[in-house]
C-alpha cells in the first residue's frame, strides 16, 4: 500500500523540485534539480521565519538529542551552526547529508542506513541551552528568560536525562529518518559538541491532522493547544517585540521527561482515571460535556454538590482561565524505554515492587517566555494536581530557540554572525 | 495521504470481516462482525498452523519483552497462555483486548492509548525458556534443542538484558500498537509472570516486501535470508519429525542485542566498510559482483592475488557454502537506547571515549535448531568475523515457539493442554 504512495510522491517530486527551483531554494540549487526530484517526496520546508518543528502538525516519530559544548569560541560554534544548518536542509529535503565522494578511501558522507527513503516529513529544530551565553562576546546577549528552572514539588530530577548546551530536536514520519538525522549531526558536530542525553518518543501514526493523539493513560492530549490558525498563537509562542532583536520570530523549548506508572493507572477505575483528567476516556469531552471540544463547565456540580470536573483535576488546573489566561503549545510524545524498578507512590496508593515499563511522555512545549508560562503553570501543577499520584518528572531542560534561517543562512546568525 | 490508506483499510474491512466469517473466525464471531468490520483493517490471521510473526514480512516495528514466571504451577502458565491468545487473537484484529465494561467502578478493560487505530499488521508470537519445562509434568517434555547458548568470543553479555521464561514479541506498523499489545499482555500475566527485559527495535518504514532493509551501518541485511516460497524454507525453520510431537510446526527464536560502534563506523572508508562486510554498500551486490542478488564468487581474487571477498568478511564467513549449509531466518531491527560511553574497541582499533548513541541491531533469528544451526554460526563468526571490531554482543536469549493456535485454542496448547 505504501509503495503505492512512495510511488505518487515520486511522481509529484518532479513538480516539487520545479517549486522549489521557483522559489530559489538554495538546497535544490546546489545539488541539481535531477537529484532533488529524485529523492525530494513529503518534504516540509527548513528556511523560513520560524524554525520548522514548532508549529509543523506532529509527525509521529520524535528523536531529541541535547548535546554539551566541548569549546569556549564562538567561532567554532558559529561553524558548527553553520553545518549543522546545511546539513537539516538538505536531509529535510530528502538528500543524504553529504554527497558521497568517489573514493572508497575516505569514509562515506552519510551513513546510508536511510538511503532510498524520502523526506518523509523530517523537520530539525535547534535550540541553546544557558551556557551558550557564556562565549566570549554573547555574555550580554542571554535572553533574561532563559533561566534555570526551579524545583518543583515532587520531581525526581535525574542530571543524566536533563539540562545541554544544545539541543537537537528531529521529527519525522518514520523514526529511522529522524534517528538518522542526529546521528548525522552528531557525526558533523565531533570535536565541538558530545553528545549528553537523548530521548526518542512515539505517536499512533494514522493520527492526523485535527484529530488529537491519545497518551500512554488513553486520555486524548493536546485538545486545547492553541492551534497556528488561531490569532492568538503568535503571542502565545513566538518571542516579539520586547525581547532581544536576535530573538525576534524564536521561541522558548521547555523539556520534561515524565514517567507514568501504568500499573498504577491501569489498575485504577475509569472513575477515578476520568476525575483525575477532568476529561471523558472515550471521547475526550470535558466531565458534564459530552464532544471533545466542549468548553469545560468548570462551574457545574452534582446533585451532592460536588464540582463535577474536580477541583484537582488535571484539566481544571492547568486550564488558562485558572492561571491568568497562561497558555502553552505542547508537541509532546509518548516513550517507553526498558524496565523499571516502581518504587514507592505518593499519596497513600498502594506500594507496588513489580518491575514495570520504563514509559511516559516526553513533554515538549514552546512558548514564548517559559518564566512567565511553563514556571507558573507547573508550579501550580506539581503543588495540587491530582494526576501526581500516577506521573514523576525524572528529566528537565528548558532552550531558547533561534527564529528560522533564511535561504543561504544558518540558524542562529541572528546571534552568532 | 496515509488518510486515504486508513480510508481504503476501512472500506475494505467490511470484505475482510466477510471473509473472517467464512473462515469461521472465533474472534470475529464472538465479537459480533460489526465491531470486526469497524476496526478489522490491515488484520493479519492470529490462528494457524504455525504463530504469525515469523514467516510474516517484517513489520517496521518491533517490541519484544521477556518475563519470569512467578508460579511453580502448570496449571497458572496454561490459564496465562489462554488469556494471552485470545488478548493476542483480539489485538491482532484491531479490537481492544477486552470490551470495556460500562461500570465506571472498574478500570477499562484497555488501556486505550490505541483507540481508534486498525490492528496495523500486528503480529504476536510466544515461545518458552527452558525454566518453563521445571514446572511440575513438563520434566520430561523439554526438547533437546533448547540448551543455554554457550559463551562466544568477546560477547559482553548483561544479565538484565538476556534470559528469561516466556518471550512475547510483538510487531506491526506503528510502534503504538506494538507497545499496547505487549502491555495488555503484561497486565494480563500480573501474578503470574513479572517482565524482565524489553527490547524496541525499527525498520525503515518504506522497505516493504522483497526490498532489503538497511541497517545502522547502511548496508543492506538480509539478502540471503531464506524466503517463505522458497522449497528449503521448512526445513531451515520449522520443527519436524524428529522432533517431540508437541512441538511439530514450532520453532526456535534466538535473540541477541547487538551493539554497534556507530562513531567508529562511520570514521571508516567505504572500502573498509565494504571489505568488512563483502558487499557493496550502495548496491548490496557482493563484491566483485554488481546486483544484490548476484551469487557471492568466494574464489575470485584481485590482481595481487587477494580475495576479492576477503578472508574474514562477514557475508563469506557466514554463508552457508562455509558452514555446512547452515542458515537461518533473520528477523531483526535496528534500535536505540540512549548515550553510552563507548570504551576502548579490540583489534588495535582507535580508542573512543566520547559518549555515543546506545545503538544496534536487535538480532531475533528463527530456526529449527539453534544448537544446530545458530551456535556453530555464531561461534565462527564470534572467533573471525572482521565485523567483530565494530560490534559486541550484549544480551542474549533462547526460546522455544510453539506451533500456532488452531481456531478457538491457545498457543502452547499441545504442551500444556
Known sequence: MLTDVTRRGLLRAAGAAGVAATAGSAVAASVGVAEAATRAGENLPFYGAHQPGIATPQQPALFLAAFDLETSKVAKLRALMRNWSAAAARMTQGLRVAPDLQSGEVPPGDSGDVDG??????????????????????AGRRPAALQPLPRFAGEEIEARRSGGDLVVQACAEDPAIAFHAVRMLATLGAGTVRLRWTQRGFLPSRYRGDQTPRNLMGMKDGTLNPRPSQPGFAQVVWTGGSDAAWLRDGTYMVFRRIRMNLPHWDSSSRSDQEATIGRHRESGAPLGGSRENDIPNFRARDRNGRFVIPARAHVRLAHPSFNGGIEILRRGYSYDDGVTEIGPLRDGAPHSHAPGFNAGLAFVAFMRDPQAQFVPLQRRLAAQDRLNQYITHVGSAVFVVPPGARQGGYVGETLLG
Open 117 to 138: 527513503l524520502l523526506a518523509g516529513r523530517l523537520t530539525v529544530t535547534f535550540g541553546f541551552g544557558a551556557r551558550v551565553f557564556t562565549l566570549g562576546g554573547l
